[in-house]
């Protein structure tokens, strides 16, 4: 990893000069405005199992003013081989703090414990007996999220000694808040980037997973406690929105200098581009100036030009994806009114919504079945078209043979003024014939109607809802000089599915013949063997 110029250390004034020569592990912690929660922080460190003799705490207080420096100091004092206090003046955030606390450590293991947070009382000597059984360079622990904090429970969902990486799960944890071993970070010279105002610690644990040459996860233990402050006072809920791009595109370089193009890179980006950047435009996004969102959208611009591929892009959902188009084709006008739309319906706006279907002349004398539909959200850079034609699929129980595949229908019609469209099907696409052009039986039976369109570069299928009011009727109509029927039905989904079957000369005489036998019998039966006084339903004789 390249370092930047190495630059004069700062004289650092310690409250203790006795240190523990060879402890196991050197708990690093930052420290800044934290000062009621020192306490828990500082009582989870001396209820650790391993013992305190072998451990080595040192605490940089990052220029706070609600007494966190003195309270350090205070504890260093009363814990003089334990607990090294650096106090510095001004604040230099939490990468600066970390490297300054690097230079002293001395254990053998590094574990980064943040002030807000807290461990179980078991967590070290856990955490260093796997390290030291496997040989392992890494060791993650369980975290639990604690007032709320949400926690990506995937990647110690179970116990591995030995875990691959790149990895689905892993990349998903980014925080230091494991074992490194103190070798692989001083030989390496990992340290964290200064220059990031937040995520300054992802691209330093991503440069430490390609690295490592074991990775171990423990699932059987809750290790690691994280607060989320009530007061929203951690670092990432309170940083700017193109302070945290700084920090995902310092993520993308690190992956891309470890990894070719292919899945691998793409693994580890997607947490970088659908997880963080897409998330990015939200709520927080609306709360900024034009100028700003202008400007956010131009700086995340280039990187999804060079990263966005189309796996990344088919694991997005409709949500992700819509707005990483946005920010990538510069439709800043089109994601404020996506957001906005998100945000007040709780949901992203369908490409089409289909709101009726009639039957209509079509070609010659054969009918047509027409769809008609809108756009929910109206956005010129976001247009969902039809894509050249209407879908219809055939339903389970069609007489459809092996690879009888779909029937298409060229569509007719094209946009109105109210961005509406019209599709139109013609029945005869759907007849069913012993032979369809391609020499293979064509299917017979139910079909279901689907709208087939291209919203933002994605094919989307959509439902055609069976109309209600006013509702379709069933169909009659003649092709090559025999009569057919099509008959609306609702299928399992609710959407419109289309019965379409020859009609047969016999059967409906038949049908016929029946029905008016039956009106006879109706009108017959009601006077044959009636009396006056005589109730229907007793014998004579009974009471």
């Known amino acids: 990893m390249p370092q930047p110029e190495p630059q004069p250390e700062p004289q650092i004034q310690t409250q203790t000069q006795t ?32 013992g305190v003799d072998r451990l080595q705490v040192v605490a940089v207080d990052d220029g706070s003013d609600d007494g966190s420096a003195a309270e350090l100091r205070r504890l260093a004092e009363l814990h003089p081989t334990l607990l090294t206090a650096v106090p510095l003046d001004t604040r230099r955030g939490p990468a600066h703090a970390r490297n300054t606390a690097l230079r002293l450590a001395l254990g053998r293991y590094l574990f980064f414990l943040d002030s807000d947070d807290r461990i179980g009382p078991e967590a070290l000597a856990r955490l260093v007996a ?20 949400w926690v990506p429970v995937g990647a110690c969902r179970r116990t591995d000694p030995d875990v691959r990486f790149p990895d689905t799960e892993l990349v998903w944890s980014l925080t230091p808040s494991k074992l490194f071993r103190h070798a692989l970070v001083r030989e390496r010279r990992l340290r964290f980037r200064e220059e990031l105002p937040v995520y300054s610690d992802g691209p ?23 607060v989320a402050r009530p007061d929203a006072g951690n670092i990432t809920y309170s940083s700017r929105l193109v302070d945290r791009l700084s920090g995902i595109a310092a993520g993308v370089e690190v992956t891309v ?55 990344i892009r088919a694991r997005c959902t409709e949500a992700q994806r819509l707005r990483l188009h946005c920010v990538a084709h510069g439709l800043v006008e089109e994601l404020i009114a996506l957001v906005g739309y998100e945000l007040r319906h709780e949901r992203t706006p369908g490409a089409l919504a289909v709101t ?23 956005l010129p850079g976001l247009r969902a078209a039809p894509v050249a034609h209407a879908l219809a699929e055939p339903r389970t129980g069609s007489t459809a043979g092996p690879g009888a595949g779909h029937a298409f229908a060229g569509a007719d019609g094209g946009e109105s003024e109210e961005w509406g469209y019209r599709v139109r099907i013609p029945l005869t696409a759907l007849v069913p014939l012993p032979r369809s052009p391609s020499g293979t039986p064509r299917p017979q039976g139910h079909w279901a109607v689907r709208l087939d369109t291209d919203y933002a570069g994605r094919r989307t299928a959509i439902p055609v809802p069976l109309p209600a009011d006013p509702a379709l009727p069933p169909l009659r109509w003649w092709h090559h000089g025999r009569p057919y029927r099509a008959t609306p039905l609702r299928g399992a989904d609710g959407g419109l599915v289309l019965a379409i079957a020859p009609i047969r000369v016999r059967r409906v005489l038949w049908l016929r013949a029946a029905r008016a036998l039956r009106a006879l019998w109706a009108l017959w039966l009601p006077g044959r063997g009636r009396r006056p006084g005589r109730r229907p339903g007793r014998r004579p004789g009974r009471r």
């Open 19 to 50: 240190q523990i020569p060879a402890p196991d592990v050197t708990v690093i912690t930052p420290v800044h405005n934290t000062r009621q929660y020192l306490d828990a922080w500082f009582g989870s460190i001396l209820a650790q199992s391993i």
């Open 130 to 149: 796997a390290a030291d059984e496997h040989g392992s360079d890494l060791v993650l622990g369980r975290v639990v999220g604690v007032n709320g904090r």
């Open 204 to 226: 330093f644990v991503l440069e430490a997973y390609f690295l490592a040459r074991r990775i171990s996860v423990l699932a059987d233990y809750d290790y690691y406690y994280l």
């Open 257 to 311: 200098r470890h990894t070719a193009p292919g899945p691998d890179r793409d693994l580890v980006n997607d947490r970088h581009l659908r997880g963080d950047l897409a998330n990015l435009f939200r709520a927080e996004f609306l709360e900024l100036s034009r100028a700003e969102q202008e400007r956010l959208c131009a700086e995340a611009r280039p990187l999804l030009a060079a990263h966005l591929t189309d796996r």
């Open 356 to 378: 009726g279907a009639a039957w209509v002349p079509g070609p010659g004398r054969a009918p047509s079945l027409e769809l008609r539909a809108t756009q929910p959200l109206r």
